[in-house]
């Protein structure tokens, strides 16, 4: 299978690479269309780098991963679909609704699979997470707590502080993550949100939110908060990190997708970290989408479920310029 | 000093404890008989049938009843012109914490409200390093407390009396989040109960004035449920972060494990922080410095969980500073 990377202007481009080229059967090749980036990865892997685009495009893949600005994925997503390519979309799906709808309508009149890059949801402890809700073994759950909280992305890419690009700032970029496996676990729709944030970390940095809180009411009852803050100092062992505790009627269960951690203390380095050791998850995720368009079937989390976590982040956004919580669903805009 | 105290339940007797402990005398009454007998038995203190003998006894009260029960027995207290310390929540509405705070300043007795978190010393410690600077200006605070949901019969689980999990447990958290956050002026809350109507879990966002936001959350979780506590303080400088079970000194395991959860947390007599707590009380009734918690920061962390309890009720947020009843 013949699979391009469309830009690296998001830093999981490189993971997803990465992980593609050694996947059994496919065939990679790579482009940014701002110079030096991709190139960095062909130093790393054994990767054709391809000049623009269009190139890619005329190499004839069969599918793409656009891991581009925000704001720019429907441009390419439309652009794959029109040329018959199957489709890993970055996340958030985009930075609108009406984007994100025209995204996926564009996939179906073509024919191809739109996958959202949730790679979390590859997580053997969510994984497991979700077959004790779905199973039973919590009884009825009724509240959850998420957190994805990190340090501030924009240092190394500015595009990510940029809201005409990325659509927002921390409440844009970490909520969705908690808000898919929220919808994708409970199997409700959201029908309010409500939250706050503010910009007291990095505030010399950015212009966007870089603390938010976040809480979701799910059509059961079902109560969810989602810390998705920035707030990571730059002295913390690691870039940050996603967990997600539910309580129900039969008890509580919390999951920790990078708890699998070492702690390293290193004069060498100068400071301490913690190196991962679970599986990886961008694997199985590259993986899903590779076995899915192998085997003729949607891959999961589809474009809907993409659809489902930005409308969440959009009405918390919302909601914390007005103050008062946000009834979803909203209408696209 | 001889302390009169009044209520010797689940947290009475714990205070009894501590304050025989300290070297002080106790008394203790409650109306209900078998309880007195109990408390007399257990505690090996005098025991008495009415308040107002107790109150002739004591030079300081104690009140540790059912929270619905704190405002008559607080005046009866400053009437009886005795020094009065008082278990949080210190009413179970703000006007009756006013009116106790009114009552003791015109009896010209001190009040002391027993919001025992702030003597913990995992949260003194954090507190120690906001103060010092060391997190830089607070911005996202996270702060979670549970345990397994009260007994059937158990005064807790009237709401009308105890105010339920977020009078009666969230306050802790919502005092101390005051105490790091400052002044709040915006509370968003959601209760969610399960369907014998016991609330399982409540969350509520706070906004400071100052800018920096809080996540606050209580579980009265399902039987089985270890009592246990977290916080996480980020600031624009650091960041600090405590797990109650992740830090507990000593772990066990046995093979027929009882179910041993209770409603308080596990605690060292060699660093028990309601002695400190009662301590600190003593000291300042003695003469001594301002404790560091007031009887209106009692007040305030009353206002915030009625604030709380009506924006569940109104789906809408909530100004603290309109909340007087």
Redesign the interface.
Known sequence: MKIGVLSFAHMHAYSYASQLATLPGVELVVADEEPGRAEEIAGRIAVRVLGTYDDVFEWGPDAVVVTNENAHHRQLVERAAAAGCHVLCEKPIATNLADARAMIEACERAGVRLMTAFPIRFSPAMRSLDEMVKGGTLGQVLACTGTNQGSMPGLNRPWFVDPALSGGGAMIDHTVHVADLLGWMLAVPAVEVYAQSNRICYADEVEVETGGLVAVTFEDGTVATIDCSWNRPTSYPTWGGLTLEMVGTGGTASADAFKQIVAEYSDVVGRASWLPWGADMDRAMVDEFRAAIVEGRQPQPDGEAGYRALEIALGALRSAATGQPVKLPLMPD | MRIGLVGPGNMGSHHARCWLRLGHEVEVHTPIEEDLAEAGEKLQVPTHKSLEALLGRADVVDVCTPTDVHREVVEAAARAKKPVICEKPLGRTVADAEAMVAACREAGVPLHCAQVVRFFPQYGAARAAIEGGRIG????L?L?R?GQRPTQRSWYLDERRSGGVLLDLMIHDLDFARWIGGHVE?V?A?I????DGVP??A?V?L?HAS?????V?A?W??V??PFGTTFEF??????LSYDGFATEPLQVRLTEQEVTTGYLPRISPLEDPYAMELAEFAAAIGGGPQPRVTAEDGVEAVRLAMAAMESNRS???VRPQEVTA
Do not use: K, M, Y
Request: aromatic residues 6%; glycine residues 18%; without cysteine.
């Open positions: 200006r607070p911005a996202v996270r979670s549970q915006r968003f959601r969610r109960a399960s369907d399982t879990r969350f966002i906004t800018g920096a936001i809080s996540h959350q579980t979780g399902p089985g449920t980020a600031g624009d400088g650091g960041l789906g809408r947020t």
